[in-house]
C-alpha cells in the first residue's frame, strides 16, 4: 500500500521537557482537525521525556476522540554536541529520523504549533519524487535571516521555507544522503541562523526539495494546494 493510500499518517516530533506545553497544543490541535477516516502515528524522539509524560499527553488527546497511536523513542544527541547550542540538541535530530522510522513517508512537525487545517491534505500530495516537501512564504533576500544566509554565499531570491514543518519521502531522503550533506561547518544551517524559525536547505539539497503553497504555512490562504519545484 502506497503512503498516500495508508489513513495512518505517520508524525514525528522532536522534543524535550522545556517543550511539552506546546507539544500538547500541537498534537491536540492536529488530531482536532484531522480528517474522521484518518489517524495519527504519533512518535515522540526525546532525550529527556518520560513515560509519565506521554500519559499526560495521551490523556490530552483522548480528549479528541480520535484515533491515534503514541510511541516514544529515546533520542541520542551526542552526534550533535559539536554543533551550536540551540537550547538544546533536539532540533538536529529530526536530520536522522527518516534513517530510524520504517514507514516510506513522514511529517515532521515542530512542537510549537497551532495546526488549523487537516495533515491529511499535506500527507496526500504529489512529492513529485523529492526528498523533502516544504512551505516558503518569501524569498531569504525579505527575511530577517537575510545577512546570515549572505555571509553562506545563498542566493537572496531563493524560497526561505518552514523548517518546523516537513513532509519527507524517507527513501528518497536515504538515496539522497540529505542528512549527510547537511554542513556542521556552517553552523547547521538549518537551525543555525539568528531567527529560530523557517530555514533554507544546504544548496545541494535544492534538487531534493518540493515546495509547497502558502495554504499549509496560513490556513485559509486563498491558494490551490499544489507544489513547485525549485
Request: with cysteine; hydrophobic share 40%; proline share 6%.
Amino acid at each position: 500500500m502506497s503512503a498516500v493510500d495508508d489513513r495512518h499518517i505517520s508524525v514525528a516530533l522532536c522534543v524535550d521537557r522545556n517543550v511539552l506545553p506546546g507539544l500538547h497544543v500541537t498534537l491536540f490541535t492536529a488530531l482536532t482537525h484531522l480528517d474522521a477516516t484518518r489517524a495519527l502515528d504519533i512518535h515522540l524522539f526525546s532525550d529527556s521525556v518520560g513515560p509519565h509524560d506521554c500519559e499526560r499527553v495521551t490523556e490530552t488527546l483522548k480528549r479528541t476522540n480520535r484515533p491515534f497511536r503514541l510511541q516514544l523513542r529515546p533520542a541520542d544527541t551526542s552526534t550533535f554536541r559539536n554543533l551550536p547550542w540551540q537550547g538544546g540538541w533536539m532540533t538536529y535530530v529530526r536530520l536522522i529520523v527518516p534513517g530510524v522510522l520504517s514507514k516510506s513517508r513522514l511529517l515532521y512537525l515542530d512542537a510549537d504549533l497551532l495546526v488549523l487545517t487537516d495533515l491529511s491534505a499535506l500527507w496526500d500530495l504529489d512529492m513529485q519524487g523529492r526528498a523533502v516537501g516544504a512551505v516558503s512564504y518569501t524569498t531569504i533576500r525579505l527575511s530577517n535571516d537575510r545577512r546570515f544566509f549572505e555571509t553562506l554565499g545563498y542566493d537572496l531570491d531563493a524560497p526561505y521555507l518552514n523548517a518546523g514543518v516537513l513532509l519527507i519521502d524517507r527513501e528518497k531522503w536515504i538515496q539522497s544522503a540529505v542528512a549527510e550533506k547537511m554542513p556542521a561547518d556552517r553552523g547547521a544551517v538549518w537551525q543555525g541562523s539568528p531567527n529560530h524559525g523557517p530555514k533554507y536547505p544546504e544548496p545541494r539539497l535544492v534538487s531534493q526539495l518540493c515546495v509547497y503553497t502558502q495554504a499549509f504555512q496560513y490556513p485559509g490562504v486563498s491558494e490551490s494546494a499544489s507544489t513547485r519545484r525549485v
